[in-house]
């Protein structure tokens, strides 16, 4: 059973916007979970994107400060990362992560492309 399901990928212009959404299987890691996205393109290591704890505090990469926003939607029970300005960089596969403090457990999702072009 998938604990994380990624959706929202594609391919945009440089310059274009995408919302990217991590859905939970459960109630327990939507609002227990610290859920992470990360991202990783041919060639290179898997890289930290942006990340929202359970009390809501969030934390963005260097790299997309200023144009990645991450955020709980209470609604549909989902973490999303919305990309805006994006640019060929931002070009890779996107993962969700979840993991609950005080436990072993660390789940990751299987990825959604987006693919930036010039």
């Known amino acids: 059973q998938a604990h994380l399901v990624e959706s929202g990928g594609g391919l945009v212009q440089a310059g274009g916007s995408l919302r990217l959404s991590c859905g939970a299987a459960?109630?327990?890691?939507?609002?227990?979970?610290?859920v992470s996205w990360y991202r990783q393109s041919p060639g290179n290591e898997r890289e930290f994107v942006a990340s929202?704890?359970?009390?809501?505090?969030?934390q963005v990469a260097n790299s997309v400060q200023g144009r990645f926003t991450i955020s709980r939607d209470g609604a549909k029970f989902t973490i999303n990362l919305q990309m805006i300005s994006l640019t060929p960089e931002d070009t890779a596969v996107y993962y969700c992560?979840?993991?609950?403090?005080?436990?072993?457990?660390?789940?990751w999702g299987q990825g959604t492309q987006v693919t930036v072009s010039s």
């Open positions: 459960s109630r327990s890691i939507f609002n227990a979970y610290v």
């Open positions: 929202i704890s359970p009390t809501g505090d969030t």
């Open positions: 992560r979840a993991r609950r403090p005080g436990y072993t457990v660390d789940y």
